[in-house]
């Protein structure tokens, strides 16, 4: 059983990498350029429920400027969507939407909690509010702060960015994260 | 009482509307027409590269104040942990080798994920141990534990990132060269006995 599973003796070792995904050169350059793309064209869903969103507001006008990193196609469909803002409360009440609209967006997909609440609960130590939404969906960057600053919020897009480009495209995230 | 606002009475050249569309226009035309010849004058921040000036009383990252000899001048008196709304700060006492201080903080963990930034600490604190004057506002990380600081990372600052001219900054005065504390218990209800007994000596 095992002989027919390994690879033949007749092809080099440094030959049959190239056909993995770890070393093949197709699949890396494939990879950056697909990451380029993802990374420079992020369609974020704004998940706002509180006063964080406002922030955000502030993050996409003029001034702070979310275009400026390919994000500003703010979509209100989770299915044009890849990056999932999470800015705000999050009651028990409001989870099950939350974990449905993050079911719905395609893949690939990010989320980012924005702010004390999001993140963790903030001060709301309470019988109805999520302690941190990362309960009820993986979250890829947490931003401290209540608010935080919109520099909070593009440094998180810019580190959205770096963690695309580190990805490889064959591999999901549903994978990843169970 | 309710103020009375007049509404706007409209000239029959603006009720129209067909004039006012013209010039909302125009002046979105001249605000692109300044950006593309001088692009300066956009009011753009550019983040990553361009960091933002925050005022000086801008609420940070916590830091803890040092006394002369390096330790903190945190005598685990837990009024920070008891003010904080958010719950985020947690204190472990320990019993301190000074003489005239009882304690002193084992552990001193800030969950800067849970801190509403509030500087509620700042002002509970009766040593002067705890300020937010970090400047360092900008906190992402990709996981929880990142944003929980231990006294170490609290202590970890250096006297050259604040203002030489102001000594203030660079370290919290106990004993006489508090002034403010002094003041304080002199007009309070402190004899003048006291006052000079802790004048004296360094009880933060």
């Known amino acids: 059983m095992s002989d027919e599973t390994t690879a033949p003796a007749s092809i080099p070792e440094e030959l049959s990498q190239q056909f993995t995904n770890e070393g093949g050169f197709l699949a890396t350059k494939l990879d950056t350029v697909i990451n380029w793309g993802r990374s420079n064209s992020l369609w974020p869903f704004p998940f706002g429920t509180a006063c964080c969103a406002i922030e955000f507001m502030g993050t996409v006008s003029s001034v702070f400027d979310l275009s400026r990193f390919g994000a500003e196609l703010v979509r209100f469909s989770p299915r044009q969507a890849d990056l999932l803002l999470v800015a705000g409360t999050i009651t028990y009440k409001q989870a099950p939407i939350l974990k449905q609209i993050y079911d719905q967006m395609c893949e690939p997909k990010w989320v980012v909690a924005i702010g004390a609440c999001a993140s963790s609960g903030g001060?709301?130590?309470?019988?109805c509010t999520v302690p941190g939404i990362d309960h009820i969906i993986p979250v890829d960057v947490y931003v401290a702060g209540c608010p935080p600053r919109p520099e909070a919020i593009l440094e998180s897009l810019v580190q959205i960015q770096n963690k695309i480009g580190d990805e490889k495209v064959s591999t999901t995230h549903v994978e990843a994260s169970s | 009482m309710a103020k009375i606002i007049p509404r706007p009475q409209l000239s029959l050249l603006e009720q129209l509307?067909?004039?006012?569309?013209?010039?909302?226009?125009?002046?979105?035309?001249?605000?692109?027409?300044?950006?593309?010849?001088?692009?300066?004058?956009?009011?753009?921040?550019?983040?990553?590269?361009?960091?933002p000036e925050l005022p000086a009383e801008h609420r940070s990252e916590h830091r803890l104040m040092k006394r002369a000899d390096g330790t903190s001048r945190c005598v685990a008196c837990y009024m920070c942990q008891t003010a904080c709304p958010a719950r985020c700060i947690t204190i472990v006492a320990e019993e301190s080798p000074d003489g005239d201080i009882e304690k002193r903080p084992a552990t001193f963990d800030i969950d800067w994920l849970l801190c509403v930034f509030c500087g509620l600490c700042v002002e509970a604190c009766p040593c002067d141990a705890i300020r937010m004057d970090t400047g360092k506002a900008i906190l992402v990380e990709d996981s929880r534990d990142a944003f929980i600081a231990n006294k170490d990372r609290l202590m970890d600052w250096s006297p050259a990132d604040y203002p030489a001219e102001d000594i203030i900054s660079q370290e919290a005065p106990g004993g006489l060269l508090n002034e403010q504390a002094l003041a304080a218990m002199q007009g309070g209800m402190f004899s003048a006995g006291d006052v000079a007994d802790v004048a004296d000596k360094e009880t933060c």
């Open chain 1, 123 to 127: 001060f709301y130590d309470c019988y």
């Open chain 2, 17 to 51: 509307y067909f004039v006012e569309v013209f010039k909302g226009m125009a002046l979105t035309i001249k605000h692109a027409v300044r950006s593309l010849a001088k692009p300066e004058t956009i009011p753009v921040l550019n983040y990553p590269e361009v960091q």
